[in-house]
């Protein structure tokens, strides 16, 4: 009788994503109605759990999701250079940000505004290329048109996506792009740096195409 090797269970896909945006734009409930498909009426700062890391399986690919949220202080609003010192030396950088700001306040896109060139700087050190602007809040009364911001978005070469965690409405969508973004990305760079494993797989160009294939279904 022969024994069946068992094919070890292929590790998950590491990403780490920042959540970035203005105080009280709801970064932290986003990303617990992501998680726990909760949304709590208390204000809570940042996430209850010490360990903000979710393994799930997008596209069929595991990954294991790592969420940094990031408010953004009135220092690098005044002079985005802070940004500079505070993370030239920086050596961790995530794989995709999501940029937050709330569509009641237009003071939270204008800061995103302000601080692009200093942040952009930051990822293309660290090779992010993958970013999505967050309209959030949807559910409230915009002082933001939708329609600028995307132009916004269009012109700095990042995604647009809206939601609302406190109607559940367009959180699995805003951050599984920046998932699905990461993973072409990442395919890409296989069939780039290693043409032997395309032909010797054929499993890479079909995930492949089908990670392209769930994105431009989101994406539109
Ligand atoms: N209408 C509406 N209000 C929301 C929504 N999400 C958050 N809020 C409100 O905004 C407040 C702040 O939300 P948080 O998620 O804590 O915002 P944050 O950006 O993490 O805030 P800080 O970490 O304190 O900077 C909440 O207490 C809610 O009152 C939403 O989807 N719709
Ligand atoms: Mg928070």
Redesign the pocket.
């Known amino acids: 009788m022969t024994a069946r090797i068992p094919t070890p269970p292929a590790s998950p896909q590491e990403i780490t994503i920042f959540v970035l945006?203005g105080?009280?734009?709801?970064?932290?409930?986003?990303i617990e109605r992501y998680w726990l498909d909760e949304y709590k009426t208390q204000?809570?700062?940042?996430l209850e759990s010490a360990d903000p890391r979710m393994d799930r399986t997008i596209a069929g690919t595991r990954c294991m999701l790592t969420f940094v949220?990031i408010?953004i202080p009135q220092s690098w609003i005044r002079d985005p250079t802070e940004i500079y010192r505070q993370w030239e030396s920086a050596t961790t950088f995530p794989h995709a940000a999501m940029l937050?700001y709330s569509v009641s306040g237009r003071h939270t896109l204008e800061a995103l505004q302000t601080i692009w060139p200093a942040l952009k700087r930051y990822f293309d050190r660290g090779k992010c290329r993958v970013v999505e602007v967050v309209a959030?809040?949807s559910?409230?009364g915009g002082e933001v048109t939708i329609d600028e911001e995307r132009a916004w978005a269009k012109q700095v070469g990042a995604a647009f996506g809206e939601c609302?965690?406190?109607?559940g409405k367009g959180v699995t969508e805003v951050v599984e792009k920046l998932v699905l973004g990461v993973l072409e990305e990442r395919e890409r760079e296989k069939e780039i740096t290693s043409p032997q494993e395309r032909t010797d797989d054929p499993n890479i160009r079909r995930s492949a195409r089908m990670i392209k294939y769930l994105r431009h279904r989101i994406c539109g």
């Open positions: 945006g105080n009280s734009t709801g970064k932290t409930r986003i204000h809570c700062p940042l949220e408010g937050v959030a809040k559910d409230d609302s965690a406190r109607e």
